[in-house]
Each structure stands twice: as C-alpha cells, then as structure tokens.
C-alpha cells in the first residue's frame, strides 16, 4: 500500500480503535476494540515532544527538527527553518517534508498533522496536502484572532497542539477523500474557522434540542481583513429547536464543515444516536453534497442514503434513531388536498439546510392576491412532518437583514467567514467584476407580474423541471438568445478574452441561460474563430497543437436532435473534460455551461 493508504488505514485504528479478539471465561470468542487514545480524557494520554528526532531508514538518516508523539505514536512533525537565512522559507520546510516522504516514509505512516516554519510564518497541512493546502491557522482559543502582534507559529502551535483541541482534531476533524476526477486519495485537515465553528454548532444544536440545559454566554470578535467570528447564537433558549446559522463564503470550504458537524453531532452522546436530514433546494445539488459524503463516509461512522422520492423518504425517516438522510426540500409534499402527515416526534433529529436563505425553501407563508387565501411553503410541511426536530443552515452568503422568515426557523449566526477572509487566508481567490452590458429589448413593466404568477402556478414541482417551465412559459429566453446579440457577445468575448491572454495565461468559463444559447453561443465563436473548435470525441491528441479549444458541457439526450449531440456526453467523458479544464497546460481553455460545474468545482 502507498504511504496514503498506510496512513488512512492507522487513522481509522486511531480514531475507532484497533479491532481485537480474546477469548472469554466459557471458550467463546469475542470482539472488541483497543483504544490506542483516550479522547475522553487528556490526562490518561502520555504527551512527548522531542528535538532533533533521529529517524534511520535502509541508507536514510534523517533528523525531522520536532515530532509530536501521544502515547508513544509520532502523530505531529514541525519542520522549522532559520527566520534569519534569507534563503530559508517556509517552503524550504516543506520541501524538506517531501523528503522526508521519500526516504522515512514509515515516519509518516502515523502523521496526523504536518506544519512548516520560518519561526514568523507558520502552516499546517497533511502529507497529501501541496503547497496550496498548507493553511495558516489565526486563531488559539477560537474566540477571534489572535493578536496581530503574536507570531503565526506561537498561535498555530498554542492553537493546534493545545491537548483537548489536538484530541478534538484527531478525533472530529481529519478526513480521506477519493477525487470523483482523478481517482487520488486526499487527506483533509479542517482549517481553523471550521474547526471552531463545527465545535459552536455542535454546542448550539445540543441546547437547541432540549436535550439538556442551555449555556449562556456569547463572544463577537471582527479583525481586518474580513471577518472571523464564532459564538453562542444571540437569542437561544434551550429546546427552542434554532440552532444558528453558520456563514461561510462560498470556496471555503462549506461542504467539508457540513460533513465535519455531521460527523460531531451524529457521535455526540447527549443527542443519543440522532437522525441528520440534509435538505437541498435542489436535485443536483442533493446529487454533489451525497456524494461528498458517501466518499467520506468513514468519519460519519454509518453509509448516508438519499431520498429516492416521497414516499421512500418516509420510509426513510421513520426509525428508531441513527441514519443520515439526504433529501430536496420538494420530498416534503403532501399528496393532493391532504396535510402533511407526521413522520416522527422525536426530538434527536437534526435538518441540516444547506443554502439556508434561498427563497425556495419557502419559510413562511403568502398570500394568493386573487383568492385571498394563506398557502405554506415547503418548511410548513417539513415542521409539520418533523415537529420536533431542531434546524440548523450553512449558506455561502449572508442572510438579508430584512430576511426574517430564515431567522425564525434557524435563528442568527453562530459562525461569520467573509469573503475578504477568505481571500485573505488564500482559502478563495480574489473576484474582480467589470461591467459589459449587452441589453436587452423587453417590457420590463411586466416582469414582477410573470414571476409572481409563474411561482404559483408551478408550486410543488421540483425546481429542475419548474426551470424548464419557465424557459418554455418566459419570452426572456428568447430575447437573451437573439442571434443579432449572440453575434454581439461572441465577438466581445473573442476580443476581451485574446487582448487578456496576452497580459496572462488563463482560462474561461460562460455561462449561458439556456443549452438553445450554449450550443448557438458555441456555433457564434467557431464561426469567429475556426481553430478553437472541439475535435470529434474531444480528441485530445488532436487538440494539442491548438492555442484555444472551446467546448460546451451540458445534459441532454437522444430527443434533442443533431445539433445538439456533439455536445452531449456520458458522465465519465465529462470527468474527463473537468480534468483537462483544470490542466493549465491544455488547450481546452473556453468552457460554455448553463449550470453544470458551477457549484463545488475547484479549479
């Protein structure tokens, strides 16, 4: 096995235990695990740190400058190098840790946590993790940020190796993913603002139950650049089912915190065995986060399973305890003129909504202008189907100060990660935004009409087939995908993308209303620029020796006829164009969509 594999295998023994047999007194054999850590208390561990670790491997010698050993196990290693060398950086650390991979490989078998040093800049990774994925930690205590005065070593080290947070990190917040792209096993650490905001919504979801007592007390901490806080949700009563809402900006991350605070929550001994409902507002969103945590699965402790329609999610949801379920907001329908029926009463189920704020959720009720009659969104039937379980929202964006129908159902933040944190952590990269306006003749008058109507006569359908509705009820389509504006586009493209390929190398992705404008969008470039069309079966031979290759990635299927086809491709041909499109060094570099790799594709 490969040093990733070794490494993951230990990691399972670490955090389950080691699964052993003996003999009982009557000659029967049973079964059992060895804890090699005592995660419930700190002090029954024996902590060592040594200086200068000699580690000798066939013809290696090498000396790694401090591991961390817990009960004998070489769990932490810090590579230091001299601040004062003005030829030693922190990447002289790091390379010096892909040395350490090459030739003391059994070292590193049993690594949790790797960090380097120039004893003023300090990150933490994993022995999967490139340079990208080493991460500065800005925090001790997770109350705010660390004095700017501190040095990024002493708060990564009093942060991290703090006893019961580097238990907590071991235990909740380390894990293995198999790339869905590539195949390649990736060992994830939780950066700092999951790390401290997992802990609060565990924290906050226990008092949100009722399960036991409410705490009190609150901490509110803003820095620049961008803000981190985490804290005790303002407001919280014990039992009052609102655990907060957690804001994380979207590429930090927010998907790896959902499954993080499931794995917690799910162990937690107080909610006694609970059932996580993870709710979408939509099919290809529910389809992404499943399969995130189907891979993850390990950490959970049990396989998660994903509603199947209405009537498979009651069957799903009525259960004693356990299980983790994924479901659209939409499963959560009554039959025709009928009330939501009652799928169970018990207080230890926790709905996780993921995008907690989007309008789709239907929180809160409306009025029918022409009947005058009240109807409920989709929340109603999910509080009437659950009465007593208790919510809790990630979203990638924040929740509108006027938005009180979201703060009633989840409450206020009990995390903040803004955007301009994130870009300062290098967790996202910068967004520049530049205006190029292509309008549009269309009675603007009319449309808050057409949207209020459509949402009516649509209501209940799953959002998929309500956007086909639209595209064929709404004039709009039409007007964006005019061929005169088309032309227009493309040719603005073609000029704005040439003159910024010779300031920089990069890429393009564009987004389209519709496939009708994908594919006529496509069409509108090759005629501008014969070379940069797609070769047969994405040839990627053939694509070599070109300078641009476009290519439009959608679904579709046999109905929607010839031209349509060449754009049309199975599951796996599209893995392998998303691969190719993140190989900075191929030619495939215009990508057109309509909402394909738009959420969670990390390029």
């Known amino acids: 096995p490969s040093l990733t594999q070794t490494n993951r295998a230990f990691h399972r023994m670490l955090r389950d235990g080691v699964p052993v047999e003996y003999p009982r007194p009557d000659g029967s054999i049973a079964g059992d695990h060895v804890r090699l850590v005592d995660f419930s208390d700190v002090r029954a561990n024996d902590w060592l740190a040594v200086n200068q670790f000699t580690v000798i491997e066939g013809p290696h010698n090498r000396r790694p400058d401090i591991v961390v050993f817990v009960n004998g196990l070489p769990l932490g290693l810090i590579e230091l190098k001299n601040a004062a060398d003005e030829d030693a950086t922190i990447w002289s650390a790091y390379a010096q840790l892909q040395t350490y991979k090459a030739e003391i490989a059994s070292l590193l078998h049993y690594n949790a946590a790797l960090v380097v040093s120039d004893g003023l800049q300090a990150r933490l990774g994993s022995v999967t993790a490139n340079q990208e994925w080493f ?31 580097f238990l907590d990190l071991l235990q909740h917040f380390i894990v293995f993913e198999e790339d869905p792209d590539s195949g390649a096993l990736h060992k994830i650490i939780a950066g700092y603002h999951q790390f401290h905001a997992v802990n609060a919504a565990v924290e906050e979801t226990v008092r949100a139950s009722g399960m036991t007592p409410g705490l009190a ?42 499954l993080f605070y499931a794995a917690r929550i799910v162990r937690h001994p107080t909610m006694q065995n609970p059932t996580l409902v993870v709710l979408t507002d939509r099919n290809d969103l529910d389809d992404q ?21 209405r009537e498979d999610l009651r069957v799903l949801l009525n259960r004693a305890s356990g299980g983790v379920v994924f479901t659209t907001i939409h499963k959560f329908m009554p039959e025709k003129g009928e009330a939501m029926p009652e799928l169970s009463a018990r207080q230890n189920i926790v709905v996780i909504a993921d995008e907690a704020h989007r309008s789709q959720y239907g929180f809160g009720g409306k009025v029918n202008e022409k009947t005058g ?32 129908n979201t703060r009633a159902v ?15 952590d290098k967790a996202t990269v910068p967004i520049y935004y530049e205006s190029r306006i292509s309008k549009l003749s269309l009675n603007a008058a009319a449309l808050p009409t057409i949207d209020a109507e459509f949402d009516e006569i649509t209501e209940g359908e799953e959002l998929t087939k309500k956007e086909q509705i639209k595209s064929k009820w709404a004039a709009l389509e039409a007007l964006v995908g005019d061929p005169k504006r088309i032309a227009l586009v493309a040719a603005d493209l073609v000029t704005h993308f040439e003159k910024r390929l010779e300031a920089m190398d990069g890429k393009a992705m564009i987004v389209c209303m519709s496939r009708r404008i994908c594919v006529d969008l496509y069409n509108a470039l090759i005629a501008l620029r014969p070379d940069w069309a797609s070769t047969a079966n ?5 694509e070599k020796g070109k300078a641009c290759v476009v290519k439009v990635v959608m679904t579709g299927s046999a109905d929607d006829g010839p031209d349509w086809q060449p754009h049309i491709r199975s599951k796996d041909k599209r893995r392998k164009l998303a691969n190719r499109f993140k190989d900075a060094k191929d030619p495939f570099r215009i990508v057109i969509v309509r909402d394909m790799w738009l959420t969670g594709f990390d390029a």
């Open 135 to 165: 991460k500065v930690w800005r925090t001790i205590d997770g109350e705010g940020d660390a004095p700017k005065t501190a040095l990024e070593l002493e708060v990564l080290v009093r942060g991290v190796f703090d006893r019961q947070r």
């Open 217 to 258: 007390g609150g901490r509110v901490v803003q820095e620049e650049p961008g803000t981190y806080w985490v804290g005790r949700m303002h407001g919280g009563k014990p039992g009052d089912r609102r655990a907060g809402v957690v804001w994380h900006t979207q590429g930090s991350g927010k998907s790896f915190s959902m």
């Open 289 to 309: 986060l499943f399969g995130q945590f189907q891979r993850c699965a390990d950490i959970l402790g049990q396989v998660p399973v994903q509603a199947g329609g």
């Open 373 to 404: 009659e009240m109807s409920y969104g989709f929340a109603s039937n999910l509080r009437d189907a659950l009465p007593n379980a208790s919510f809790i929202g990630f979203t990638g964006t924040p929740i509108e100060k006027t938005d009180a």
């Open 410 to 424: 989840f409450g206020d933040y009990i995390s903040i990660y803004d955007i301009q944190r994130a870009v300062a």
């Open 538 to 542: 994405d040839d990627a031979e053939a």
